[in-house]
């Protein structure tokens, strides 16, 4: 999955043959390669993480907007790997910091067929302490009897309107437990400010590179048009977003939808398992030692 692979390309100075590379290690990344030719290159390793934002405002009016960062920034490596850039418990841990309802946390708590489990606990206020906690509702995609909590009263005020509520909660619901991006909504996006998508989501294609959003629930306005569509297309697209466009089939039915939504980014974080080569980022070799120069 996206969230577990490092792929890189690069290219030989001696042969000029391209290799690809996949780790799902970060440690295991040498700063040197060597080719098939032996000839020895050093390479220059990209930045992790370079190519998202590292924070968001988010919030449909001025009066609850809040910033979140794409990892929570109050921990740190290796204690946020359960926290991955603006995934849904990294969203989780920092909304239930900053709005409370919830204390949320959440610790790997072992491997399953090379797949993370993970425990994720929610606490009240009144009661911090983790052995008080109980699983959260939000990532058990409501599937414990509870339909609601507080975090997620708190977390429907950042949200324009009912529909992409419901949009929002059907999407958890089938995503449940597993390590997914979330669904960030109303990001503001530009200097100005100028749009705020229903939702923006930075999908893993691995850690190196990212695909971005912008999720736009047509249907959930009270009116729209060809043209404004357009321009908030242009907008979005000039600022680095996709746009997936959703138009509900019924007024209240948005199961299919979110599954398709779901299924998308699935099959993108499984990329980098099936072809590391659509993914791969490249890697600049800076300097080769020819296998003749090799002292042995």
């Known amino acids: 999955m996206g969230f577990e692979h490092y792929v890189l390309k690069s290219t ?91 204390l949320f946390w959440s610790t790997q708590s072992a491997t399953v067929l090379r797949e993370p489990v993970f425990s994720d606990t929610c606490n009240t206020p009144e009661s911090p302490h983790i052995d008080d906690g109980h699983a959260c509702h939000i990532t058990s995609g409501w599937a414990r009897g509870d339909e609601t909590c507080a975090l997620w009263g708190n977390i429907q005020r950042l949200i324009q309107n009912e529909v992409e509520q419901r949009f929002l909660r059907c999407y958890l619901s089938l995503v449940r437990d597993r390590q997914f991006p979330m669904l960030i909504p109303q990001a503001r996006i530009g200097i100005g400010e100028r749009r705020r998508p229903d939702f923006v989501v930075f999908i893993p294609l691995q850690q190196y590179r990212f695909r971005w959003i912008a999720v736009e629930i047509d249907g959930g306005h009270n009116s729209t048009s060809d043209e404004s569509d357009q321009k908030r297309n242009a907008y979005l697209a000039d600022h680095g977003y996709e746009i997936f466009s959703i138009r509900p089939s019924t007024p209240k039915g948005y199961f299919e939808e979110a599954r398709r939504l779901v299924e998308h980014i699935d099959a993108e974080m499984k990329t980098a398992d099936r072809d590391p080569s659509k993914v791969a980022v490249e890697a600049r070799v800076f300097r080769t030692t020819p296998a003749d120069d090799i002292p042995f």
């Open 12 to 102: 030989c100075g001696g042969c000029q043959k391209t290799s690809t590379f996949s780790f799902t290690d970060k440690n295991k990344i040498r700063p040197n390669w060597i080719c098939k030719c032996s000839a020895i290159n050093s390479w220059r390793i990209p930045s992790e993480h370079s190519t998202i934002p590292s924070s968001l405002y988010i919030g449909a009016n001025k009066e609850s907007v809040i910033k979140i960062y794409a990892v929570p920034p109050n921990i740190q490596p290796p204690a946020y790997s359960w926290a991955p850039p603006w995934s849904i418990r990294s969203f989780l841990k920092q909304t239930s910091d900053t709005l409370g309802g919830c």
